[in-house]
């Protein structure tokens, strides 16, 4: 069964680093591009970027270019998404979602077929 | 960016009543790249259509999509009580971008 695992809820400072993961399992992780997407209080879905596990070539979103960094570790399977410095306006349920499609080499053009359950992070002072 | 519009907002319907979702796109989505989602309160999206038209494994019958260009609907031919959720359209032609929703209610 294909499967996508998120870490657990985090409860953050402003100002404070963050990482949270993304594990695949029951498919091969390396041949499917995996996306987060962002989902605010109350608010619809959001794309943030997309990385290739296999080779790590990663997209971005432009609104959340410089924002977070994504990354990817094959040997644990895992997909990654990270903040520097965390905003209260970072508040929200983050998930990954593998990705139907292939990106080719100049854009993302795919819907997204299983999903994470969702990561809440919460910053707050 | 291409902007998506869905409507109405809420939907409010009985059990085994029919209901049509639409979604409108602010310019020609390419290559029938549009897809729907279904959000049940405090669970992840799943993916319903893909391509306009075609449905996920393992999505039941009752759920269809249709369309082109910038207008697409998601049918749902007779509600079932877990069907009431959150609904999204996403086009996938141009970069990536979600609707606002329709919530489907019990009337």
């Known amino acids: 069964e294909v499967q996508l695992v998120q870490s657990g809820a985090e409860v953050k400072k402003p100002g404070e680093s963050l990482k949270i993961s993304c594990e695949g399992s029951?498919?091969?992780?390396?041949?499917?591009?995996v996306a987060w997407v962002r989902q605010m209080p109350g608010r619809g879905l959001e794309w943030m970027g997309i990385?290739?596990?296999?080779?790590?070539?990663?997209r971005y979103s432009p609104s959340f270019q410089g924002q977070v960094t994504i990354s990817v570790d094959k040997s644990m399977g895992a997909v990654y998404l990270q903040w520097s410095s965390l905003k209260a306006s970072d508040t929200a349920i983050y998930y990954c979602?593998?990705?139907?499609?292939?990106?080719?080499?100049?854009?993302?053009?795919?819907?997204?077929?299983?999903w994470g359950q969702g990561t809440l992070v919460t910053v707050s002072s | 960016e291409i902007v998506l519009t869905q409507s109405p907002a809420t939907l409010s319907l009985s059990p085994g009543e029919r209901a049509t979702l639409s979604c409108g796109a602010s310019h020609s989505v390419r290559s029938s790249y549009l897809a729907w989602y279904q959000q049940r309160p405090g669970l992840a999206p799943r993916l319903l259509i893909y391509?306009?038209?075609r449905r996920a494994t393992g999505i039941p019958d009752r759920f269809s999509g249709s369309g082109s260009g910038t207008d697409f609907t998601l049918t749902i031919s007779r509600l079932e009580p877990e069907d009431f959720a959150v609904y999204y359209c996403q086009q996938y032609g141009s970069s990536l971008t979600f609707g606002g929703g329709t919530k489907v209610e019990i009337k």
């Open positions: 391509d306009i038209s």
């Open positions: 029951g498919y091969t992780f390396t041949s499917y591009w």
């Open positions: 979602a593998r990705a139907g499609y292939d990106c080719n080499a100049v854009a993302c053009e795919t819907h997204f077929d299983r």
């Open positions: 990385i290739y596990p296999s080779d790590s070539d990663t």
